[in-house]
């Protein structure tokens, strides 16, 4: 999967390339709380830790551009049956969420094909996510001796 114009308006193009580590310094300060909240209460990982590891360890990651800004990244870690999908994001990715979505269906289909089940972890305060998640077709599961977390699993 290649980069890609997910919207074009009159001032500025929302669009995905491949993700480097450079585009770490610019979209970390931008970052919903609810993603940084997570990554460290589930992963135990400052979010430029877990964005480096996720980076380093994806089988594709891609970062989301609001014309020159990034404003989002995403990928997915694959196993031999189970994969791990990830998204971290700017409040401009909730503002453009119909543009998100929109694309997110066909990569998240495309992701399943490829890698086979996807499976992660999200704070049940994360209501955006768990929206879009829903809205994916994910299957929610509740984490024993953690009341605040949920698993979500699709197949395709």
């Keep these: 999967m290649g980069g890609r ?5 009159s001032t500025d193009l929302i669009y995905y390339i491949a993700a480097t580590e450079g585009h770490l310094s610019t979209l970390v300060p931008l970052i919903r709380d609810i993603d940084i909240e ?24 891609y970062t989301i551009f609001d014309g020159r800004t990034p404003v989002g990244m995403f990928g997915v870690v694959a196993g031999k049956t189970v994969s791990t999908p990830w998204l971290v994001g700017s409040d401009t990715l909730t503002k453009e969420w119909f543009t998100l979505a929109r694309e997110s269906r066909k990569i998240w289909t495309q992701f399943a094909y490829k890698y086979g089940t996807l499976v992660n972890y999200l704070k049940k305060t994360n209501h955006v996510h768990l929206r879009w998640l829903d809205w994916m077709g994910a299957d929610f599961y509740s984490v024993p001796n953690c009341p605040d977390i949920v698993r979500f699993q699709s197949c395709v």
């Design 5 to 9: 114009v997910l919207s074009e308006r």
């Design 38 to 61: 997570e990554c460290e209460d589930i992963f135990g990982l400052s979010i430029e830790e877990g964005l480096t590891w996720s980076l380093r360890n994806s089988a594709e990651a």
